[in-house]
Nanobody, 121 residues
Framework: QVQLVESGGGLVQAGGSLRLSCAAS????????MGWYRQAPGEQRELVAR???????NYADSVKGRFTIFRDNAKNTVYLQMNSLLSEDTAVYYC???????????????WGQGTQVTVSS
């Protein structure tokens, strides 16, 4: 019903910047929240940043002051601006959206397939 398409990943040197984007499409009535998660090899997926429809945001402590999440509600798109990248930021980054597909129905979580971010030391 809902698809999330991510882009913007790649290879960057430590101290550099990268911007990720994620566009949601399909059967969407309302997106309650969108966010970014990441998973390094051998580790669990963790929250990086999240944005609600009301504009509230939250970040992992490790990225505060370096990453910024933005939403374009008209385009059902979320962005993650990553500055001052560190080698510890290397991971697969996944887009997430909590979507109400039909008015009055339950909100379901959808995930993108992930985009690789590699930061060289």
């Amino acid at each position: 019903q809902v698809q999330l398409v991510e882009s913007g990943g790649g290879l960057v040197q430590a101290g550099g910047s990268l911007r990720l984007s994620c566009a949601a499409s399909g059967r969407i009535f309302s997106i309650h929240a969108m966010g970014w998660y990441r998973q390094a090899p051998g580790e669990q997926r963790e929250l990086v940043a999240r944005s609600t429809g009301g504009g509230s945001t939250n970040y992992a402590d490790s990225v505060k002051g370096r990453f910024t999440i933005f939403r374009d509600n008209a385009k059902n798109t979320v962005y993650l601006q990553m500055n001052s990248l560190l080698s510890e930021d290397t991971a697969v980054y996944y887009c997430n959206a909590d979507v109400e597909t039909v008015p009055g129905r339950r909100v379901s979580a959808y995930w993108g397939q992930g985009t690789q971010v590699t930061v060289s030391s």
